[in-house]
């Protein structure tokens, strides 16, 4: 066939001869179709969980995250001059850091000072955790201010009397509801709570607990509050410095650049450590990727099994067909004709069998998100992939038969009784 | 203009000392608008001309012209374009595709030539008529009777317009009648020009071709020319 319409000739043909003969084409598209719903399946539920995973993280600020921190450092005997003349994790640490070549791509820095304070309202006297932060402390870790206002410029650089409360804190200290404008003492230090942040909420599953609970408990006052009244520390030490990267690519060259300027701030001593949030992730999803693997690979395995039972149900069938071969090769039809047609079947049953594979798989992998409580993500990549190999093999499969067919001597193919 | 042009064409199956002689040198020349029919026993060799004639086979040694053109040193791809083109084949058991539609039947060699949609439908449908089963475009095979079964073979067999139409034993299977109307039916394509030949083991089907070639043990045994009938 030389036309343009060839291969839509060729299709047709191949329609014809699947239609005609539903029980083998069933049994032929039937390894397909458990191949592509395994693999689809597969990647389905991993991808729903990877997703979920995800969607935690976006709620706590996103994970394209670098964290600094300061280490306990043990002195081996008495600490050196040295040793004591290091401050550890301080201010300067931040601003330097935003200042090396690569901080180019870190859009967001934040600090956090914690002390332990008691702190008393009218309604409530209790001990709690007190987080001095920087500008950008609140977007990085995802919080929102949902009543009154959020910490201003000047508020950060005066070190103002003034607190914004998670919405567990809020309602322990002002049970009835109106806690901004409201006063409050924290250790020695009375402040004005100006703001109330949006509750934080997450339950992986229905009736599971809130996993964000803590983080509606924060007592969040400027940083410097913190270091200049309540710790008395006049270095200004941090309790940890967050940069944002949201470029990939650039992150591994910062926390280069960024670990050795602070260990020359810190007089060349290790006191600190880097924790690269998005590493530490895909270390965690790694090692989900095993079951990917599994459910790949017992879909490759229903693809081999089927292509084999393809290749077995063709080489039967061929002999049926082999006087039509004859035929259609006395009327002109040369060897690639025939090789071409017997593909266009393969090809035509992979594609079929897939369809059904799609429909299997997304019931599959449906209703075993649905038994562990996770939302279904379906990925268009997943789809893909499980049609990229269900391909692959059934061409692979189909050689075999194909060629055998289009290599018979059209004298021998007609004799066939 | 000479359609077949062969020179000493041999034909050995197997090798050395269980080697077959199937052809012996056979020389044969068949002019355009030929009727020729190819009689002999069985085991005389027939087949084996008929399919080296029909560039089913290629010959063991000589040569072969089809229509001008030389044909023993083929590929197999440039024979199938050969036969495509050139020949049309009428069996013995119709051989159409038991799963296409009569037209499709019919249509097939066009489509291995390439011919475009709608003209391979116009000509399917004139060639049904021409055979005289104009109506029956859309059945399968299997709704046919025998006779018409062989009509739509020879249809498809004259689809590409050959140069040669190849007839094996073509009313083998078909009561005395109807083999008679067929046989008919290839007269009447003799008439209109169309070079024949008609391999049969029955002398009386070979009396109806202007020519009978006769073979035995592979060589070509005793020709009669006849005047032509018509």
């Excluded at chain 1, 083998?24 to 969980?49: K, N, P, T």
């Excluded at chain 1, 009244?229 to 944002?244: A, E, K, P, S, V």
């Excluded at chain 2, 109806?208 to 009938?229: H, K």
């Amino acid at each position: 066939m030389k036309t343009t319409g060839a291969f839509r000739e060729r299709l047709l043909e191949a329609w014809t001869e699947l239609r005609e003969n539903p029980g083998r084409s069933f049994l032929q598209a039937l390894g397909v179709m458990l191949g592509v719903a395994s693999v689809l399946g597969g990647f389905s539920i991993s991808d729903s969980q990877r997703r979920q995973t995800e969607h935690v993280f976006a709620r706590i600020g996103g994970i394209d995250k670098l964290n600094v921190l300061p280490t306990d450092t043990i002195y081996d005997g008495a600490p050196s001059a040295l040793q004591s003349a290091n401050l550890g994790l301080r201010l300067e640490d931040a601003s330097d850091g935003g200042a090396v070549p690569s901080a180019k791509a870190v859009n967001a820095t934040s600090i956090l000072k914690q002390a332990r304070a008691r702190v008393r309202s009218e309604h409530a006297d209790q001990e709690r955790d007190v987080n001095g932060i920087g500008a950008d402390y609140v977007p990085l870790n995802g919080y929102e201010v949902e009543e009154g206002r959020g910490f201003s410029a000047h508020d950060f650089a005066s070190g103002a009397p003034v607190a914004i409360l998670g919405a567990e804190a809020a309602s322990v200290f002002f049970p009835s509801g109106d806690a901004v404008g409201k006063p409050l003492r924290i250790g020695e230090v009375p402040v004005t709570v100006i703001g109330v942040f949006q509750e934080k909420n997450f339950r992986f599953r229905e009736g599971q607990q809130n996993i964000f609970a803590w983080r509606n408990k924060i007592v969040a006052v400027p940083s410097l509050l913190v270091t200049s009244r309540m710790n008395g520390d006049q270095y200004h030490r941090l309790d940890r410095i967050t940069f944002r990267v949201p470029d990939l690519a650039a992150m591994a060259n910062f926390s280069k650049e960024l670990s050795s300027l602070v260990t020359s701030n810190h007089r060349l001593q290790k006191d600190f450590r880097l924790d690269d949030v998005q590493k530490r992730l895909q270390r965690q999803f790694s090692q989900g990727q095993v079951y990917n693997l599994i459910f790949m690979l017992s879909g490759v395995l229903a693809l081999i099994g089927g292509g084999m039972v393809n290749v077995n149900i063709q080489l039967a069938s061929l002999k049926e067909r082999v006087r039509e071969v004859g035929v259609r090769m006395a009327i002109g039809a040369p060897g690639s004709e025939i090789f071409k047609a017997f593909m266009t079947e393969a090809l035509l049953l992979t594609l079929l069998g897939s369809a059904v594979g799609f429909v299997v798989g997304i019931v599959f992998s449906w209703t075993i998100t649905k038994l562990i409580g996770v939302p279904l993500t379906l990925n268009g990549l997943s789809f893909l992939w499980a049609t990229l190999m269900a391909v692959v093999f059934g061409f692979l499969f189909a050689l075999y038969p194909a060629v055998k067919a289009s290599r018979q001597s059209p004298m021998e193919a007609l004799r066939y009784e | 203009m000479r359609i077949i042009e062969t020179r000493d064409l041999t034909k050995v199956y197997g090798s050395n000392g269980n080697a077959v002689h199937a052809l012996c040198g056979i020389d044969l020349d068949v002019e355009q608008g030929e009727f020729v029919a190819l009689i002999g026993p069985s085991g005389s060799g027939k087949s084996t001309l008929m399919a080296i004639l029909g560039c089913l086979d290629l010959p063991t040694a000589g040569s072969y012209a089809l229509d001008g053109r030389q044909v023993e040193k083929l590929t197999g791809a440039e024979l199938a374009a050969i036969r495509n083109e050139k020949v049309g084949f009428v069996f013995q058991q119709y051989n159409l595709l038991p799963r296409a539609t009569i037209l499709r039947n019919v249509e097939l060699p066009m489509l291995y030539a390439g011919v475009p949609r709608k003209e391979r439908r116009r000509r399917a449908q004139e060639l049904l008529e021409r055979v005289g089963i104009p109506d029956k475009a859309n059945a399968l095979p299997g709704a046919l009777s025998g006779g018409q079964r062989q009509r739509v073979a020879i249809a498809r067999a004259l689809a590409n317009r050959p140069a040669l139409l190849l007839a094996d034993e073509p009313t083998g299977a078909l009561d005395s009648k109807t083999g008679q109307e067929v046989l008919g039916l290839f007269q009447e394509l003799h008439a209109q020009g169309n070079t024949v030949l008609l391999v049969t083991h029955d002398p009386s089907i070979a009396a109806l071709a202007g020519r009978r070639v006769e073979l035995r043990d592979g060589s070509i045994f005793d020709e009669r020319q006849q005047a032509v009938a018509a």
